[in-house]
């Protein structure tokens, strides 16, 4: 299996910029997590989905972040409009429900 | 506390043991985890432990679990150049359906030579 793959690995754009990651799941896994990870906060749960259905959105910091799983092995996290603040390495992991999360290598996102 | 705690830096020789410690924050916590991330790298699975033990060896890597006092912590026998990166501890909580990791801060272990 290729484990969990994550597109773009780094984007740059500007203030205002609308910005879409995408990640797809290990084949069968049923969980997703999308976490942030700065130097100020560390590692931050922004929102997981179970069976395609977000559990907990409580980490995603504004109605700025969106995300979605169209279908069962795939999802995107959205950034409409982008703010500088917003920079840091995007995570997504997959997992079965209640078991042990595997991580993507992530996107770096710059916003100038 | 909320928080799950651990030491931000440790240095250590190459060839010693690095000792990795871990405070985390509920007691009915089912799974506990040891992630270690490399630069520029997501966070890769190590190895965890269920609550009901007390210790896991896989091979340099000894995990020990102290329940009562809610400590875990990660022993690296024979540390090398390629073990330095930053370790995260992880709890699976009972809350919510229990499908959630809440991490530590990371701490960041440096091998010298």
């Known amino acids: 299996d290729a484990g969990v793959i994550q597109s773009p690995r780094h984007e740059v754009t500007e203030m205002g910029q609308e910005v879409t990651l995408r990640c797809k799941l290990i084949s069968g896994h049923n969980s997703l997590f999308w976490y942030r990870q700065t130097m100020m906060r560390g590692l931050e749960l922004l929102i997981y989905?179970?069976?395609?259905?977000?559990?907990?959105d409580s980490g995603m910091p504004e109605d700025r972040f969106s995300a979605k799983m169209p279908n069962a092995s795939f999802s995107t996290l959205k950034i409409q409009p982008s703010e500088p603040r917003d920079s840091a390495v995007y995570f997504c992991a997959s997992s079965f429900i209640a078991s042990e999360q595997y991580f993507g290598p992530g996107t770096r996102l710059t916003v100038t | 506390g909320e928080d799950v705690e651990q030491s931000l830096f440790l240095s250590v020789r190459e060839g010693d043991s690095s000792v990795i410690n871990c405070t985390y924050t509920d007691s009915s916590s089912t799974y506990l985890y040891w992630y270690k991330q490399e630069p520029g790298a997501g966070l890769q699975l190590l190895t965890y432990i269920f609550s009901n033990m007390d210790m896991k060896q896989d091979q340099r890597l000894t995990v020990l679990l102290n329940k009562k006092d809610k400590h875990l912590s990660l022993r690296i026998a024979d540390t090398q150049t390629g073990d330095s990166a930053i370790y995260f501890c992880?709890?699976?909580?009972?809350?919510?359906?229990?499908?959630?990791?809440?991490f530590g801060t990371g701490t960041q272990l440096k091998v010298e030579l």
């Open positions: 989905f179970n069976n395609n259905v977000p559990i907990d």
């Open positions: 992880a709890e699976r909580r009972s809350e919510g359906g229990g499908n959630k990791l809440t």
